[in-house]
């Protein structure tokens, strides 16, 4: 079956730093990967999506890559802020729901 | 923008109550979902459905029922509840499809007590 795992361990950063949180999959290769941003005691809120043939995805100091042959998912948040301080979920699009990893979170130091 | 309306941000219930969680969408999408959340287990879901009347069960579904009488309505349904059931819930929506169609718009969750 199908599996997607994130690093449980939270991320702590100095502001201005690059994020960097990994997506890993076993088994099928999904044809897209959603990422979301959770705050603490909200619902998610989707951020980006990728497709399996496109290496990277952009959105102003958001950065998404997918290599099919790793079989990871890298987030990249540039000139971090404390404000990007949440937890992140990785999903992967199977279809007709979505099977999310359980999250890193990332703390943003000012 | 899509609006996914929880009618509780909390709700506080005792052991063997049935108790409705309620969830409005405004955008006419298809797909609505049911999960929970828990520290350390992330998002499981627990129902969904493509249609009005329709209804799948998720990974967890032991415990729950739903019902989709009308397109933008989705209801979780605890029979009895239990205090293992406490939790934050959460409902979503999304067109049918893939890519950018299953983009999942949810709410801002229920916290939900059984003592």
């Known amino acids: 079956s199908q599996k997607i795992e994130q690093n449980s361990e939270a991320l702590n950063i100095q502001e201005g730093k690059t994020a960097t949180l990994t997506c890993n999959y076993t088994?099928?290769?999904?044809?897209?990967l959603q990422w979301y941003r959770q705050d603490p005691g909200r619902g998610p809120v989707f951020l980006l999506l990728?497709?399996?043939?496109?290496k990277e995805k952009r959105k102003e100091r958001l950065k998404v890559t997918f290599d099919t042959t790793l079989k990871q998912s890298l987030f990249h948040i540039t000139a971090s802020q404390p404000a990007d301080s949440a937890t992140y979920l990785c999903?992967?699009?199977?279809?007709?729901?979505?099977?999310f990893g359980s999250g890193t979170r990332l703390l943003v130091r000012p | 923008d899509v609006k996914v309306t929880q009618s509780s941000r909390y709700l506080v219930k005792r052991t063997g109550e049935k108790v409705f969680l309620e969830c409005v969408q405004d955008m006419d999408h298809e797909n609505m979902f049911w999960y929970r959340q828990d520290p350390g287990l992330g998002l499981r879901l627990i129902y969904f459905s493509y249609d009005v009347k329709m209804k799948e069960k998720g990974d967890i579904p032991e415990g729950y029922s739903v019902s989709r009488e009308k397109k933008e309505r989705f209801s979780l349904i605890l029979e009895s509840a239990s205090t293992n059931q406490t939790s934050m819930y959460l409902c979503?929506?999304?067109?049918?499809?893939?890519?950018?169609?299953?983009?999942?718009?949810f709410g801002a969750g229920t916290r939900l007590s059984v003592l």
């Open positions: 088994n099928y290769s999904p044809a897209y």
């Open positions: 999903a992967w699009d199977s279809s007709y729901k979505l099977i």
């Open positions: 990728i497709r399996e043939n496109e």
């Open positions: 979503a929506s999304s067109l049918s499809g893939q890519g950018a169609r299953n983009i999942q718009y």
